[in-house]
């Protein structure tokens, strides 16, 4: 794998809006998959130890993907995203609204906009993401901070099982 | 209402007018004339900050200064910095599934 691939993130808090760019070894049509189909997603949407699981996913202009990250107690944080506009292998653009596991969305949620282009086999993936609210983006990462603090928790307990014997 | 913080430092004003304070805690009067705005304009300005906590006021004799408080701007920093983190490894696994799938594929 090569280690070379750029990775850039970089925040305007005036226009509340993040900028990442990311490359990835591998052609466009397989990277575009990667974000735009339910069977990949769920391989890595999810930081790890959480997991993704995909109740329904419909990729077209007004569909939806619905789905949870599932943490390692089995805890659930559940997001819905709207497809609002799709130019196959180029760009598509979503709205991102965290959820109650029936799909009930707290909004205002965040606007997310990617573009896909390609370079010597490699694949440039530049991401958008503008929030309205500081404080609903601040949610995303309770559940995460719970999920990660527990983990560190059981790493200590482990640890601290091992140098006892 | 709680003010959201991304609202708060969205207005240029108020940017300015959080950059200003950073230097120099000022009451609003002092503030209105800075920016050569209404007493009126500046309290509307000063409530929206205070009520995110980006300034705080101190009362000193018959005047109340505003002082810039650090500590919520650190907290967005502190998000943003654990947001990208998030983001980070959410691609490293994607790299993982790209070059497992790249492999099927020969």
């Given amino acids: 794998m090569k280690n070379d691939l750029l990775f850039d993130f970089t925040v305007d808090k005036a226009a509340k809006t993040v900028f990442i760019t990311r490359e990835f070894d591998a052609e466009l049509s397989l990277v575009w998959d990667a974000f735009t189909k339910q069977e990949i997603l769920d391989q890595w949407t999810a930081p790890a130890p959480w997991t993704a699981k995909t109740k329904y996913m419909n990729f077209e202009v007004g569909g939806k993907r619905f789905y949870a990250m599932v943490g390692p107690d089995g805890q659930e944080s559940w997001i819905v995203q709207e497809y609002t506009s799709i130019t196959p292998k180029t760009n598509f653009k979503m709205l991102n609204a965290f959820a109650d596991k029936d799909e009930n969305r707290q909004l205002p949620g965040s606007e997310w906009e990617y573009n896909f282009s390609e370079q010597n086999g490699v694949t440039k993936v530049k991401i958008t993401i503008f929030n309205e609210s500081f404080d609903r983006m601040e949610k995303l990462l309770e559940g995460f901070q719970q999920g990660f603090s527990m983990t560190l928790e059981k790493l200590e307990n482990l640890l601290t099982n091992l140098t006892q014997k | ?106």
């Fill in chain 2, 1 to 106: 209402m709680k003010q959201d913080i991304f609202q708060a430092i969205a207005d240029p004003t108020r940017r300015a007018i959080l950059a200003l304070i950073a230097i120099q805690a000022l009451t609003p009067n002092v503030m209105a004339e800075k920016f050569d705005m209404s007493r009126q304009a500046v309290s509307k300005h000063i409530k929206v900050l205070h009520e995110c906590e980006l300034i705080k006021p101190v009362q000193s004799g018959r005047e109340i200064y505003y002082h810039f408080n650090p500590k919520k701007m650190q907290e967005l920093d502190k998000w943003l910095s654990q947001f990208r983190k998030i983001q980070e490894t959410q691609f490293n696994q994607l790299d993982k599934v790209l070059s497992t799938i790249k492999k099927q594929k020969k």
